[in-house]
């Protein structure tokens, strides 16, 4: 309070900044700056400073203009039921204020449990190396791209994606091979999931990179990934396979079905739902170990020979390599990897695998319930189904979708008679009002 | 000051904490009670099985042997490790605030005003006319901004195939140019550490897309000849890219807009104190003038053109999209409470304050500062002494050290950046880390450190012999 | 395991972390700008006044220099330290639950009904009739059942002037039955530790107004004569006290109500898990069969006598209040949420385990452990070693020793608890501790402990000469 | 989650269980129950458990019971905003769970804390001593009546408090007097605050403690608590003083009027309104240093010759002293008393004398806004108040609080005509709206 002109932040008494500016030996703080008066900026902003109970008013008031729907969206966005230990954990300060591990004797505790949270995506995936974290699943496909077009020989430069993908990945996808030149192209789907002979008869030399998920974007599980795979492979093109950690802990292990690279999204573990927020898988084989993006925590010792945890094959990175490096970020997202892990630590592998199998059993209970409805068909695809699926409206889907969000319900229209639904522990014990809410708008 | 770290130690077997795996895990059988058919599923899974409490103490250990702002001095150059308001963890946890990004915006008005808000104070902080939220860190806001240049210049009919970049920038400018798919064009740094306009002269030309700079640059020294700098790059058809990593020592005392900068990412993580999280997430929003604002990534948010309230829109020449979503959204959040709380007077007081104490504790310091007069930061060399092994003694002294070694142009650089968090006692404290890890004798400076929870750790062994997961430790 | 604690010390000073008072007061002119006349208000007001960034890391490293559940084992004999959900904050933290206690019980019903469930809910576990939660800890629900005991006694024309306590009773037994205005009996420990017929026999008798009686007793022992022990009690007209500290214990497999007591109270914060807080606040509602129902605190709370819902009410006979409100709302919310994530099988499992971890771990140590069979607790005695000794050098092995000295009738008594929530490996790692340290050389004990913020405190000093605050240390 | 079956807080697997009850060479848990079977119970509670996500769900869904009312009430339960930090730092789980500090040499972080405490108590009592914490104001003042008993040679057994005190504080008052054996006798009040002139009448020998509290339940600052603490001086009764933690930071100094005893509520910094949850002050002077009941927090040295801190005077305490401690008190409210601590520190001086000049402001300014509504009076009492003032109104008081009520206002009805109201900066945002609703019910 007595600080309120400045920022409330800065501990200094008036007598502390004339002590220190005596020591400087000028007479005032703006003696400090070297800006040229040109420059120099000597209007206001117009913002207003709040104290923080006004601020928490006024945001809350904000946010409460958002609808107070029940969510039964995905296509990308995921989130279960985060168990509060990982609130509590992962907000302690030691972690939360920390930054990237440049002094590893004093940041132990953060490189090891980034270590822990490597070697779950190490399980999960089957590959040898995990990193600790990429922005999103939509950057992390963007930077596989890249590494492909680094390692493979073949002198081509397309990619190779899914006709159905989330539009915004894709979007994310053409900005990284922008700068590669690379082109991205679509392989048709058959029934919700990848046409495998379309695939082999487009694949070919100028393909570096055969890119597929599973679970789709539609929700679908890809029944031939090994095959796939297997065009990759005489083709040379670097397999990169899309999933999601919770999907992951029950599929077929992606380093069984040949893939090269693994990306896909982590934060369905530790994140709530937060308007896309996410945390991107990269793992890969240990082949590409020199190409990995972002950054790895390795094991070794300290002085006394006691295992002992650092950042490691830095040279990959932007701050040492520069223009050479394999990726420019830096900030990553270490602090969801944490939240990630402390999550997946929680469940256990009893409760994650239980929670990927309800995630199955989930979406197969409430498209049957639906399909039971007139005017409705679901699943649109004959297919397995992870968390969501679509389902086909008589009607014109967004009007469908419309109106029951004015029900109080949210779902995706992806099509003109497409919907799309997405069930998880948090919004399952809210299926009889979903289906109600249908059988009142069809 | 003296700090013992605490630390957890299992003599017997020479490890700290154990990891969770040598705690316990456990195989599931993943078919046993499967929904889906054998083909499509793993045969097992092994993770570790820890009840609450063990996990609860796990990473209350962990976080006890981990060195953070709220612990104390936290000087990385460039990082602008500022104190982190605690009620801003509060704001962003709002659950009115979970909402699922595919939301019709007529049921998200909330976020989107939020959105919409933060964006303009943004753009008034940095004199820009459009900001994106999306980037979710500085180097993807890079990457962003380059893009959005190289549309911009496309569109224009105008293919350029450069990139140039003062040598004293953060690596991110390379790389980032580099993915965009630029070549780079490096720019040695002046005598005074600052761009030599001859030199920039004989870079910049018909293939120049932008300049990236940072200013105050990476030792904190305001490029006095910014209007120059802006006229030969401009004239030479190119535009100019402004790091806002610094951002922090201009508020409310110049704005890069006004400089002719064309288009900048904001560290919000630096500038407006959201946690850097061990790492991350950050959020590296973009500002660019009304020239450039159709690239823009999509969809932005703006007032409704019909009615009350906010809708999103997608820019006309949009470069798409460089998140799968709105970028990391809890972070955007804490930014705009930060702002809030400062105000005007307490943005340009955070800059004032950085400013002095960066001053201040290079006063105080027995190491040369080579270059001046700098702003928030200053590079100190330790001259005939190794950067990094100064930096390890000071470990010892209850403080972090700066940043080592870089940028390259200052010999044994330790790049210091204070923030205005710290307090003359706490400034005092790291002279004394400093002048006490300076004068300290060869032997000592390679033992160190001495009160963390590791000693020196190899990192030569460590890259030389990857591994780098329990399975790989399990494996030997 | 070996376990260095964290420590900020400044050298210069002596001091670790310095107390806030010394890193900068500030004295405020409480007149100038006071609405109230000269008379009324004092002149100045001195106090600390920490930036916010200051406030937390001076928390934040105090906090690091403390002990805790979350850091590891803390086997406190009678004191039941469990891991604390985290849940149960939350829960607590609802703003929803955030009302006035003078609000109308129209007005407040979701505060009621939590309130009714948790009476209910401790009375069947206990296997009383009725229940007050209004006591903030155990001492508080002892004198409130003695209270009762005596308005009882009073009610039947019945004048009681005694008390009778087992030696082996916990202190707050002893101080409570005083504060009630009771003279104590003290009822020596028999042979095998527990209660000696007959020595009770010629305890009790015209004057006794109650026995109170820990039961598994302090040291784990099941009052095996329970039964015989009630029936002596009550013919001589007593009422039998439950002193709820040990009842973890028992969950499922006995019931206080069962064996005669005909009053009780429940320490929340060790059996239901709410956290200890470095000392409270904790709550010790109390417990009562059909007969004493009438005298308890008022209000209670009870299903609407018209229409749905809950109302308060007053006993017949309350004995009126012994707290302020409605006694530690926070922590019995948090106890509520304990026993219903546990539901039965989880709270019969953790006497279960409690009772497991107690026995595996007494077999581990080389100390012997006089009596037996013992349930959730045993006193191991250090024999010809120091018990306090012993435990200032368990305290370099990561592990929080035992109480100990106490109870007095187990010589050196090293009085210890795991409580359910240890595994093998950290109760290996106690036994360990206690050999590693009973094993050690004199010297070693003295010289103990050497990894802790502190090294041995002279707490004789600190009596001689108490210091209790920091105008005490300016005075000096 | 494969520990469903008994408490997820234990992590015995069972092969763990297995080898311990191998170790110990018994076969099952059973076998190391010692209770006979006529009070052994193998009946049920019927309480089934639920996961932390479906009581966090109950528990929402039973508080949202309560009334969403803007609260004006007051009478020694008192809520401050209490700013973020406070929850952050106090909820540092080694804070939280952590117990008292038997062993200092690693329980330097909470002493120091809570001599801090004592020390800001010291500040603000002006008094030389000030435990670690008490439960509450009125257990408080029950302990400072048996220390009175203890301390004073004058035969009596009297004890006199105003006529006007919060009955619930009386009646804690009464049962520690009880065992005592002392008499709770009441003095007159003139106007809302102490009859000075009635006390020195009724004061002698059989008293041995005079209480009087500024402010008064009825928010009323005492104007001549000097002259009570004469009365209380000359006929060798202890003087106790009520107060309340933020009122100190501005009345004269308790020492300065001639308090023995300072007891109160320290609860209102630090707390949110939470259903009568406090924090009991207690201060007194050096004399009675040894009869101080609950911890005490000392400054010693280590064996290093550092500065440490310790529990002391334990002999006063009845883990030592048994029936002759000066308390029954054990388990006490530390946690509370940090949370006060770092409240303090966050407002500092400045911030705290601030917020207790708008206790005086806001009561002030809302009485006379109430006063200009016809059919009410207020204040009632001619006196400065602090937070609450009393409201005479012409229909019975009782129907007019239930009206507000209804039009979502807490106020007390403290008598036929009597209403009181209490504002902070937590409602003082509402008051519009109060007044408002006064208007409309009147
Ligand atoms: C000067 C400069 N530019 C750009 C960046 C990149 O920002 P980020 O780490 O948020 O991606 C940094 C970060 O350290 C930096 O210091
Ligand atoms: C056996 C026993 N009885 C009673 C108590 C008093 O309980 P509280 O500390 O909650 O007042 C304790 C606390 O340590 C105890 O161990």
């Known amino acids: 309070m007595s600080r309120a002109d400045g920022t409330p932040y800065a501990p200094h008494t008036d007598a502390e900044t004339a002590a220190m500016l005596a020591a400087i030996g000028v007479d005032d703080e703006e003696a400090l700056f070297d800006i040229p008066e040109p420059v120099a900026f000597d209007g206001d902003f117009g913002i207003e400073p709040r104290t923080e109970r006004e601020i928490r008013d006024e945001c809350a008031r904000i946010f409460e203009r958002n609808d107070d729907l029940t969510e039964f969206l995905g296509r990308g966005h995921y989130a279960h039921y985060v168990p509060s230990v990982v609130d509590h954990l992962s907000d302690r300060a030691e972690f939360l204020t920390s930054y990237t591990q440049y002094q590893p004797e004093v940041s132990q505790g953060f490189l090891q449990a980034l270590f822990e949270y490597q070697s779950m995506l190490v399980e999960l995936t089957g590959l040898d190396v995990a990193n600790c974290s990429m922005y999103d699943a939509a950057t992390a496909l963007g930077e596989a791209a890249t590494l492909a077009d680094r390692v493979r020989s073949t002198s081509g430069d397309t990619v190779l994606v899914p006709e159905q993908l989330r539009e915004g990945k894709r979007a994310v996808l053409e900005n990284y091979c922008d700068g590669a030149d690379l082109t991205v192209e679509t392989y048709p789907m058959a029934d919700g999931t990848a046409d495998v002979d379309a695939i082999a008869d487009r694949a070919g030399d100028d393909v570096v990179m055969l890119y597929a998920e599973s679970p789709t974007v539609r929700g679908c599980l890809e029944e031939r990934l090994a095959a796939i795979g297997d065009v990759a492979d005489e083709t040379d093109a670097l397999f990169a396979l899309g999933s999601d950690v919770v999907a992951l802990s029950v599929l077929e292990s992606p380093a069984a079905v040949g893939a090269d690279v693994v990306v896909g999204e982590a934060g369905s573990l530790g994140l709530p739902t937060s308007y896309g927020m996410g945390l991107g898988i990269f793992a890969c084989r240990d082949d590409f170990l020199r190409q990995v993006p972002g950054r790895l925590v390795g094991a070794s010792e300290d002085a006394n020979g006691d295992r002992a945890y650092t950042l490691t094959l830095q040279t990959r990175e932007q701050h040492i390599r520069k223009e050479r490096a394999t990726s420019n970020i830096c900030t990553n997202q270490a602090w969801v990897a944490l939240r990630a892990a402390i999550h997946a630590a929680t469940l256990g592998p009893d409760g994650l695998v239980d929670l990927a199998n309800d995630c199955v059993r989930e979406a197969e209970a409430l498209a049957a319930r639906i399909d039971g409805l007139s005017g409705a068909t679901a699943p649109v695809h004959d297919r397995h189904h992870f968390r969501e699926f679509a389902v086909h409206v008589d009607q014109p889907a967004p009007a469908v979708a419309e109106d029951l969000e004015t029900e109080g319900f949210a779902v995706h229209a992806i099509d003109d008679h497409l919907l799309q639904v997405c069930v998880t522990d948090l919004n399952a014990g809210r299926t009889d009002g979903l289906v109600a809410a249908f059988e009142g708008v069809l | ?476």
């Open chain 2, 1 to 476: 000051m003296i700090h013992d770290q605490a630390n957890y130690e299992r003599g017997d077997e020479d490890v700290r904490e154990p990891l969770l795996s040598e705690k316990g895990q456990e195989t599931v059988d993943v078919r046993e009670d499967s929904p889906l058919p054998e083909d499509l599923t793993r045969d097992e899974l092994t993770l570790p099985n820890p009840s609450e409490p063990e996990t609860a103490r796990h990473y209350t250990r962990l976080s006890q042997m981990n060195w953070a702002i709220d612990a104390g001095p936290y000087p990385l150059g460039s990082c602008t490790m500022k104190y982190n308001p605690k009620f801003t963890e509060d704001v962003a946890a709002d659950p009115n605030a979970a909402v699922h990004p595919d939301r019709s915006g007529r049921s998200a008005q909330g976020n989107l005003e939020l959105q919409y808000r933060l964006q303009k104070m943004l753009a008034d902080v940095g004199g820009m006319d459009a900001v994106t939220l999306q980037p979710p860190a500085g180097a993807a806001g890079e990457l962003t901004g380059i893009l959005v240049t190289k549309a911009y210049h496309e569109h224009h009919g105008n293919d350029r195939s450069e990139v140039v970049i003062p040598a004293s920038a953060h690596g991110t400018n390379f790389a980032t140019a580099a993915t965009a798919g630029y070549d780079v064009v490096e720019l040695p740094s002046g005598e005074d550490g600052r761009v030599d306009l001859e030199a920039l002269e004989a870079a910049v030309g018909d293939e120049t897309a932008a300049l990236m700079l940072t200013n105050p640059n990476t030792v904190g020294l305001f490029e006095r000849d910014i209007t120059e700098i802006a006229d030969i790059v401009h004239d030479a058809g190119g535009l100019l890219y402004y790091d806002g990593a610094n951002l922090n020592a201009l508020l409310g005392r110049g704005r890069p807009g006004d400089m002719g900068f064309d288009v900048m990412h904001y560290n919000v993580h630096k500038t407006f104190a959201t946690p850097h999280g061990g790492g991350g997430p950050g959020a590296g929003p973009v500002g660019v003038v009304d020239e450039l604002a159709p690239f823009l990534p999509t969809p932005r948010v703006r007032e409704s053109t019909e009615g009350s309230g906010y809708e999103r829109f997608e820019p006309a020449h949009t470069i798409g999209r460089v998140h799968g979503f709105a970028g990391n959204w809890l972070v955007l959040i804490k930014a705009y409470a930060y702002i809030a709380r400062l105000g005007d007077e307490g943005l340009a007081d955070a800059a004032a304050k950085a400013v002095l104490n960066a001053n201040y504790l290079a006063e105080r310091i027995d190491l040369d500062v080579p270059h001046g007069p700098f702003h928030h930061e200053f590079a100190a060399t330790a001259s005939d002494r190794d950067a990094a092994d100064v930096a390890k003694r000071m470990l010892d002294f209850g403080v972090h050290p700066p940043t080592t070694k870089w940028p390259e142009m200052v010999p044994e650089a330790m790049l210091t950046e204070p923030t205005e968090i710290e307090g003359q006692s706490s400034l005092d404290d790291l002279a004394e880390a400093f002048n006490l890890a300076y004068a300290d004798t060869d032997e000592a400076l390679d033992a160190a450190p001495n009160r963390t929870a590791a000693a020196r750790i190899d990192q030569v062994g460590a890259a030389r012999d990857p591994r780098l997961s329990w399975q790989a430790l399990d494996a030997e």
